[in-house]
């Protein structure tokens, strides 16, 4: 899932300075998971709004923001609602989700939230960096654990060597991934594949920007 945090009200409020009427969209997706941009966030930030003097002409969410294309019409016709009635619209979708809304109406579009990474949900209160999209997925030889996201250097063969008891010695409070792969390939009687060698990335596949195209 593509992460968010909700931006500094003082920022939101600074970006949108130059506007009367303010439409807030939330998105369900992404940022309603992370419970930073969802549609309750986007009521708060709207009460905020009001508070500084704001009107707020609306605030709803399309469901996915980054689907756009793909909502039946109703849930489309918002965007136009938000374009009709207001002076911007404030996204709390991310970074993708917030451009399409933008590509889609004549008035300009502020966002709320900043985008992360890519990751995974823990305990219903904590999200974690998993994969940085690098086009080139190596998991299949690492024990299903990525190392290019959640080894701060990006070592694909092996450690660097600093851990210290087991903790990555760039950040110590998370474990060195490398001893998470290796554990992982133990159990899964797998050791040799350590002896592999992952040819080095090649960063071109992660040349922005990228684009996937569908078979028929
Ligand atoms: S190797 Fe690349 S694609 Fe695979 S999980 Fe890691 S960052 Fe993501
Ligand atoms: S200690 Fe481990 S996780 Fe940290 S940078 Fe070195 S190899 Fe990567």
Redesign the pocket.
């Known amino acids: 899932m593509v992460t968010v945090r909700l931006k500094p009200v003082e920022e939101i409020v600074k970006s949108l300075k130059p506007y009367r009427k303010v439409f807030v969209i939330g998105c369900q997706l992404g940022s309603g998971r992370c419970k930073n941009g969802g549609l309750r966030e986007a009521f708060k930030v709207a009460g905020y709004l009001e508070l500084h003097g704001f009107k707020i002409s609306g605030v709803k969410s399309p469901g996915g923001t980054c689907i756009l294309e793909r909502l039946d019409s109703s849930d489309r016709s918002l965007i136009k609602e938000a374009e009709s009635s207001s002076d911007a619209i404030l996204s709390l979708a991310c970074g993708a989700g917030t451009q399409l809304i933008a590509e889609n109406v004549s008035i300009p579009v502020v966002t709320g939230v900043n985008t992360l990474f890519i990751g995974v949900e823990r305990e219903r209160k904590y999200f974690d960096e998993y994969c940085i999209a690098c086009g080139e997925c190596v998991i299949s030889e690492t024990g299903g654990i990525c190392?290019v996201a959640?080894?701060?250097?990006s070592?694909v063969n092996g450690?660097?060597?600093?851990?210290i008891a087991g903790k990555?010695?760039?950040?110590p409070s998370?474990p060195?991934?490398?001893y998470r792969i290796e554990n992982r390939l133990r159990e899964l009687c797998s050791l040799e594949t350590l002896k592999k060698r992952v040819p080095l990335k090649d960063y071109r596949a992660s040349v922005y920007p990228r684009r996937l195209v569908l078979e028929d």
């Open positions: 190392p959640r080894c701060p250097k070592l450690p660097c060597g600093g851990a990555c010695e760039v950040d998370i060195c991934i490398w």
